[in-house]
């Protein structure tokens, strides 16, 4: 395994409560890390070698502004490329973004916002605008991630049609509750494959405030706080993680046959599939299915 990216969930903590936010980000979630945390994580990825990017999200990152800035200082310095990804709910004006903006001026490579109908009532709110503007006045490379919903309010919308520039919902962590409800679904056996992590040969990994590293949201290789990063990579042998292994050999559809774990005859989509057998698997693999917060357990909204 070869990462050359390292994500920090600096919090779970989030202003919003999205529906469709992988790990139950809201004000009440619970779990944020300390500043010795963040630089025990760096110094990992440091020594893991071949780490070129470090993002910084969440949870909502600017919620904690001077911790955010101090942890992009010492990224940068220690030779990182650095990422953010925000609501941008702080940019409340061009000129309260480039307050907020301007310590991160020159040291962030990609500044992405979220920006669409379930972080506000406009897919561009004012914040995200104003975040752009003052990220591009700064210099500062800034995208937007988009996430269409799903169902057809919209009577003329067809469902699966996804505007240019949007991503669809995967259906997993809150998603998976608040969404699945709504839209056209497939049959089970259908989900043969996951579709979007590369399990095999991860390039990228999250860590989390409690030290788990996610390969995919709520599926931990180790906790770094444990046992070193560079041992967790080197010890992750894909075929035998009981959680990847299954999914590599034949999807989510595998993952539930292989534990024979009762289900519905169809599924939203291959992650909703997934989350709701790994949400039955949590207590065989209290270690690897973590932590509660991205079940739903620790904030149940
Ligand atoms: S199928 Fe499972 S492992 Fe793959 S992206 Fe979806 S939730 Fe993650």
Partial sequence: MRL????????????FDCDHCFVWGSPQQQGAMDWEQVCEILEQ????GGVEWIYFEGGEPFLDHPKLVKAVQRANQMGFRVGIVSNAFWATTVEEAIA????????????SISSDLYHADESSSPETRNAREAAQR???PVDFISIERPE???PTAVIGQIPAGASGVMHRGRAAAKLTGRIAKTPWDG???CPFEDLRDPERVHVDPFGNVHICQGISLGNLFRTPLAQICADYIPEQHPIAGPLLEGGPAALTRRFEIPHADSYADACH??????CALRERFPEILTPDQVYGEADSR
């Fill in 4 to 15: 050359t990216g390292v994500h920090l969930l600096l919090t779970y903590e989030c202003n």
């Fill in 45 to 48: 990825s440091k020594r893991l």
């Fill in 100 to 111: 907020q903006l301007e310590p991160l001026a020159g040291r962030v490579e990609d500044l």
């Fill in 138 to 140: 700064l210099g500062i």
């Fill in 152 to 154: 057809a309010e919209d």
């Fill in 191 to 193: 989900f043969t494959a």
């Fill in 273 to 278: 599939l997934c989350y709701e057998t790994r």
